[in-house]
């Protein structure tokens, strides 16, 4: 009986003394500050990437720099970071609490230079702010519209790829210098953008492997963006704002879109799932002689703006492929959905409005019964409001207003196109009046 | 009669010093050529003074030119060599399961890995092995025909499934911006070459092509019955795996960074036999060679023609079939066929 | 003499086959020896070379070539030793003949190795053994069936083999071409090759040989002496139809009537 008593205390003690040491661990040190968790740095990691995940904030890597340095000094098995941008694999990294963030992030050393948080968390250095940015890949006219938020973007992007009309029509009313930026041809490859020049190269995070890595290559250096949903439009702005040297534009951007999408969210929150209209967005195209139907994929930014708008998108689960889903009539009838809204690229929607009303078939159809068939509205031809443009924020407007009318009575699309143009792109009334409102097409005058 | 073996050896060699000096004035042009301002030809003088031009060069064209020649050599190795051992002309590299098997482990790799370094060259090289391992085991469960009947069945077999499980993968691809990687990979191309990725499959590439050069002459036996190698001393079916091995092991290392490239390896070993001659030992190192110039012209082509990057294996299949063509409907100078 | 080749107790079935081709397969060939094996078809005659090639390995039962096992000998032991010149073979890749012929080098010439100067030499000197060096920049396939044939006999005979094996040389020829294989075949057996010949035509065996083996469903009827062997009444028993023998000027003719 003793021998039982003796050994459950030295099992006990044992336990203790295992256990002890990571206790001890977890009591806060007063300033040194402790580790929420210790990270090895993978190859291919970026600082900034390790901050989104951990901090939920890719700009809050210099509270992981601090961090740790100072854990660095009481033990070398943590990493010397001189510079965030070179990160070693096998590093040793201190990820403080999120309590600690706001403090340590006071405590950074200020930067000599420029230092940019890209979308996939890349932390470029520059000297001195880039003067020659160069906008390059695939549908650049989006990427393009968010660049020239901020007046520098007048001076300082010099080349772009592509030159398509409605880009140089829009662009030439945003900047007047157009004839000085040079467009470049599509799918120009590394060695023709790096004839233009540039301090710096941005490009969606898509084109890493492809245009990316071969431009770091010859040394030009690169920021990558995504703007594809409302999150990486915030983040990616104050990216922006980094290279442009103006945060307080992006911030000013920011709030102007928060404003807004909180006007909306707030009015639908308190709907119930019954209460929320069924609805369709289908971009309808024409090929050859045949029409197509399709339904954007579940993650893309019109699935994203109908439920904001208060909607319950019908095309969530069939939509399964990566891009722009085919559907027929059949799909479109068994979904019947309260409200339609028809996105056409190429041709005018409120046209291809018209084709469907007097379809026999579609007259057969819920939304078209009760007039609730619209077009999505465009400007500048293939400028739908449903793309992630900065115009999508006037597509969401939009899109809650038609959904609930009621809710939104006193939202008046037509004057916040207005403020849209002149406070984001600085344009006067009278040419917003002269030159965008009379081809916006699917607003109602 | 021995004379005339001679003179026929002088030919042979004679051939091989034009290609070289053919091959080595091709990459010192495509060492100057590009779309840097514009398709054209960088001066040396420009090329002295501009730093970034510099860069250029050393950074993504000498890689790239290397590359291609490496690819060339590599397919039209490995074509000859398999043609030899399969006893048939119409043979090609990736028939086995390689090029398919690739096609599929890059098309999974630009899925689920994105930008991870290395990850689609990784997979590729997987499959493609994995794909010659499958065509291998299904061929031994066979119930008919000669060893060669039964490897080229199951060889469709597997790349048809392969090829199946890559047309699954592009239709839930985002269209944006995974499906054009895909397709292009599965189209060749080689813009992505950097001197990291030509350093790594040196060392899977550069032994195959040793050993089939080394056998090259041995080729020529095993592209006999079984009767006969075995009568005259080989051990066919080992020696065979062997010289397979080499090839899938030459075919894999290029096709893993370039992506799926075809006619090369059909094409350029036919037309080696046709100006040396059917002796392996001749026509393997005049395939090597034009292997190289071939390739090699294709890739300048595709990236200097127009501002996009038109997919090597376009241009391969189209300049590979018009050479092909043009080579059937000529007649054959070497040989004197009797009255 | 000694048996260069010897058979004993030889058993074989290919595999998943229900019958045997050889059930106790006793032969033994002299050293030096023109011998002629004759057998209607399907009794094995080819089987027979490849069993004393080593291609094929018996079930039971021992194979020696000059006097040593079978099975002792490496492959490139044995293909220094033996050459098998096959009827005709399908060849996938347009040679010459001096490309083809110098095959035969290969048992000589290292897996990663290239033929010699001295190889080629001996190729050459192949071909003008047997006749036929002036085609030797021709393609193999622009040659005549008998020249061909001659060809295949010159690769053999590059292997420098002691023993020449023959499986059905003259049966796709004409008579000269045929006369022509015979005498080439003859000279090699007189300089000291044994030579051993299957065949299905009575008469060319007849010319040659000076050791005979008849064999049906996989058994030695007779082996010996070819007068001796050359009888109506073992022939008849070999072909299962009645033969008739005559002598005409030193040659034995042998035929099977017909009604």
């Known amino acids: 009986m003793q021998l039982r008593v003796l050994l459950s205390v030295l099992l006990m003690g044992v336990f203790l003394i295992i256990l002890a040491p990571r206790t001890i661990q977890a009591v806060p040190l007063g300033q040194d500050g402790t580790c929420a968790t210790e990270y090895i740095v993978q190859p291919g990691d970026h600082l900034g990437a390790i901050a989104q995940k951990y901090l939920e904030d890719r700009q809050a890597y210099p509270a992981i720099v601090v961090a740790t340095q100072r854990q660095h000094a009481r033990d070398t098995s943590f990493a010397q970071i001189d510079d965030p941008g070179q990160l070693a694999a096998g590093w040793k990294l201190c990820i403080p609490p999120l309590a600690d963030v706001p403090q340590l992030m006071a405590a950074a050393a200020p930067v000599a230079g420029i230092e940019v948080v890209d979308a996939l968390g890349r932390i470029v250095r520059f000297a001195e702010l880039p003067q020659r940015i160069v906008l390059a890949g695939k549908a650049v006219r989006l990427t393009a519209d968010t660049l020239y938020l901020f007046p520098e973007a007048r001076e300082r992007v010099v080349a772009l790829e592509g030159r398509s009309p409605e880009m140089v029509e829009f662009l030439s009313l945003v900047n007047p210098n157009l004839a000085q930026v040079q467009f470049l041809e599509r799918n120009a490859g590394p060695e023709q953008i790096v004839a233009s020049r540039p301090d710096v190269v941005v490009l969606k995070s898509y084109l890493a492997d492809k245009l990316g890595a071969p431009l770091m290559a010859i040394g030009i250096p690169v920021v990558y963006v995504d703007l594809e949903t409302p999150e990486q439009f915030f983040d990616d702005l104050v990216t922006l704002g980094q290279l442009f040297g103006n945060p307080q534009r992006a911030a000013a951007v920011n709030t102007f879109f928060r404003e807004r999408i909180a006007t909306v969210t707030q009015a639908v929150q308190d709907l119930a799932e019954e209460q929320k209209p069924s609805v369709l967005i289908l971009q309808y195209s024409v090929q050859g002689e045949q029409i197509a139907f399709s339904v954007p994929p579940a993650t893309w930014i019109q699935t994203t703006m109908a439920e904001m708008a208060g909607g319950r998108p019908v095309w969530r689960e069939a939509a399964q492929g990566g891009g722009w889903n085919i559907v027929n009539l059949e799909q479109i009838a068994s979904w019947d959905p309260d409200v339609i809204c028809v996105v056409s690229y190429f041709s005018d929607p409120e046209a291809a409005v018209e084709t469907l009303r007097a379809d026999e078939r579609w007259q057969a159809l819920k939304a078209v019964r009760s007039d609730r068939l619209f077009a999505f509205p465009t400007d500048f031809l293939t400028y739908s409001w449903d793309q992630p443009d900065p115009r999508w924020i006037l597509g969401l407007m939009w899109l809650a207003k038609t959904l609930h009318p009621d809710r939104f009575s006193a939202l008046d699309i037509r004057a916040e196109t207005y403020v849209f143009f002149e406070q984001l792109y600085g344009l006067d009334r009278a040419t917003v009046e002269e030159k965008i409102i009379p081809i916006v097409r699917g607003v109602a005058r | 009669m021995s004379a005339t073996y001679h003179d026929y050896n002088h030919r042979t060699a004679r051939q091989l010093r034009y290609l070289a000096v053919g091959l080595l004035g091709l990459l010192l042009l495509s060492v100057l050529w590009g779309r840097y301002s514009g398709a054209s030809l960088l001066s040396p003088a420009e090329l002295w003074h501009d730093p970034l031009a510099q860069r250029l060069v050393m950074t993504l064209r000498l890689p790239r030119v290397l590359m291609a020649c490496l690819l060339g050599m590599g397919l039209a190795a490995s074509g000859s060599t398999l043609q030899m051992i399969f006893r048939n002309p119409l043979v090609e590299p990736g028939f086995l399961g390689v090029s398919q098997g690739a096609a599929f482990g890059a098309a999974c790799a630009i899925m689920v890995f994105g930008t991870v370094p290395f990850a689609v060259q990784g997979l590729a090289l997987f499959f493609a092995g994995l794909g010659v391992v499958l065509s291998y085991w299904l061929a031994r469960h066979i119930r008919f025909g000669g060893w060669v009947l039964r490897l080229v069945l199951s060889g469709i077999a597997i790349s048809a499934l392969f090829a199946s499980g890559v047309g699954v993968l592009k239709y839930v691809a985002d269209p944006l911006t995974q499906l054009p990687e895909i397709v292009f990979w599965m189209l060749g191309g080689l813009y992505a070459i950097t001197w990291s990725k030509l350093l790594s499959i040196l060392p899977l590439a550069v032994p195959s092509l040793a050993v089939i050069l080394f056998m090259r002459w041995r080729l020529n036996l095993l592209s006999m019955g079984e009767q006969t190698a075995f009568s005259l001393g080989a051990a066919p079916t080992r020696e065979r795996a062997i010289a397979l091995a080499a090839a899938v092991g030459a075919t894999a290392a290029v096709v893993s960074v370039s992506g799926v490239v075809g006619w090369v390896g059909l094409i350029v070993p036919h037309m080696a036999r046709r100006i040396a001659g059917s002796d392996a030992q001749k026509s393997l190192p005049v395939a090597l060679l034009m292997g190289g110039i071939f390739a090699l012209g294709c890739d300048n082509v595709a990236r200097t023609l127009l501002a996009g990057e038109i997919p090597l294996g376009t241009l391969t299949s189209l300049f590979g079939a018009g050479l092909f063509i043009l080579l059937m409907t000529t007649a054959n100078p070497w040989l004197r066929s009797a009255a | ?259």
């Open chain 3, 1 to 259: 003499m000694d048996a260069i080749i010897a058979l004993e107790d030889v058993h074989f079935a290919y595999r998943g086959a229900s019958q045997h081709v050889f059930d106790d397969l006793d032969l033994s060939i002299p050293d030096g020896a023109f011998a002629v094996i004759l057998g209607p078809n399907g009794t094995g005659k080819t089987t027979l070379l490849h069993l004393i090639l080593g291609y094929r390995r018996p079930q039971h039962g021992k194979v020696y070539i000059a006097g040593t096992l079978q099975e002792r000998y490496t492959r490139r032991e044995m293909s220094r030793l033996a050459g098998l010149v096959p009827q005709d073979e399908a060849v996938a890749f347009d040679f010459s003949v001096l490309d083809y012929t110098l095959l035969g080098r290969a048992p000589y010439i290292g897996p990663l190795d290239m033929p010699t100067e001295n190889d080629v030499q001996i190729a050459i000197k192949a071909l003008e053994t047997v006749g036929v060096a002036h085609l030797g920049m021709r393609s193999l396939a622009s040659l005549s069936g008998g020249e061909r044939q001659l060809v295949i006999i010159a690769r053999a005979l590059a292997q420098q083999p002691r023993i020449l094996l023959l499986d059905e040389p003259t049966a796709h020829l004409d008579l000269s071409n045929r006369n022509r294989v015979l005498h080439v075949l003859r000279t090699l057996n007189q300089h000291g090759t044994t030579v051993v010949m299957t065949t299905h035509d009575p008469v060319a065996a007849a010319a040659v040989a000076n050791f005979a083996v008849l064999m049906r469903d996989g058994k030695v009827i007779e082996a010996g002496q070819p007068e001796e062997v050359f009888t109506a009444e073992k022939l008849s028993a070999t072909y299962g139809v009645p033969v008739r023998v005559l002598r005409l000027e030193e040659q034995i003719l042998a035929f099977n009537p017909l009604h």
